[in-house]
């Protein structure tokens, strides 16, 4: 069924998944953004026949048939009872909430496994966040690349990271083995800053779109997510599907948002998705975050209590969140990549949950803990 959605996606990064109604990018000649899928290919003489113009016509995506537009509310509405039109949908903003509050690389086992000789060598780890800070001497040798979805002067370098947040993600993944700073999971994986928020942490469903597209044409092994919202959008689960389906791993943030009983299904989107790894926080002694949500789609837990990571101009932090133990299976998921190159994605996913250590309740642990020198020595 198609639908016009008028949503709001929050981000989170770090802790606490918190919303605020927020409208979509609106301008001042009483028109909206859209994200438009047609059902089938691309017809721009269908969108001038509903009086699209072709500077309103912002965006044109390569792998689905989907465009970025301008629109009046009647014409969205007119596009939504079109047959050859599948979904319409508010670009709507997301938000980024940051508080500040580290130790997972050893109850991950990330030392074993790199003294049998796996350190997440070749693996390409697409950070879809804030940017990273390239420059900092815990990163620099490991950012092979990057790209910004924002056009602007103050936001279009992927390597400025205006809120430390995805430089923080970056470093739990592959901050590299200098005797400075700290020490990331997988200390050799190539690290991308794909910026799908800007300095202020705040993006869009199309930004994120568009960075999974070009993660899938980049030719990433992995993409991790650190963010998460309320609402679903049919189109970015597409996205997701997508990127698995071209044989991506993708690994998002279980969410912030649960109750301290652990009950409830409290896990967001993108983690939600079936195409998504939705990984829950876990502190020193393996027991939940209080924050971690929870629910069926809970798939694995990672550390996320007190994570010391890198932050922009040579400095660390630490912090808590779904959003840092996301990093840690990722991390984790480039070491047994790299000692099994031959295993798929879906094979990958499997192993993953397959040696996770149990900690309890599937709804706040998934599986369990994320295990590498099991699953590479099985």
Known sequence: MKKLLSVFFAITLLLGMVFSPTMGFASNDGKNEYLVQFDGKIEKGL??????????????????PVVTLKLTEKQANALVNNPKIKYVEENA?????????PWGINKVQSQE???LGYSGNGMKVAILDTGIDRYHEDLFTNV??????????????PYY??????THVAGTVAAVDNDLGVLGVARHADLYAVKVLNNSGSGSYEGIAKGIEWSIQNGMDIINMSLGGSSSSAILEQWCNLAYNEGVLVVAAAGNSGRRNGRGDTVGYPAKYASVIAVAATDQSDNRGSFSSTGPAVE??????GILSTTPN???????????????VAGVAALIWEAKPNLTNVQLRQLLQQTAKNLGDSNQYGYGLVQPLAAIQQ
């Open 47 to 64: 969108l001038k026949a509903f009086g699209v113009k072709d500077q309103e016509i912002l965006h044109t995506f390569d792998l689905l």
């Open 93 to 101: 903003q997301v938000q980024a909430l940051v508080q500040t509050i």
């Open 113 to 115: 496994v790199f003294n």
């Open 144 to 157: 092979k690349g990057g790209f910004s979805v924002f056009t602007d002067s103050a936001n279009r370098d």
């Open 161 to 166: 990271d205006g809120s430390g947040h995805g």
């Open 300 to 305: 694995l837990s990672a550390p996320g209590v």
């Open 314 to 328: 040579n400095n660390y932090a630490s912090y808590n969140g779904t959003s840092m133990a996301s990093p840690h």
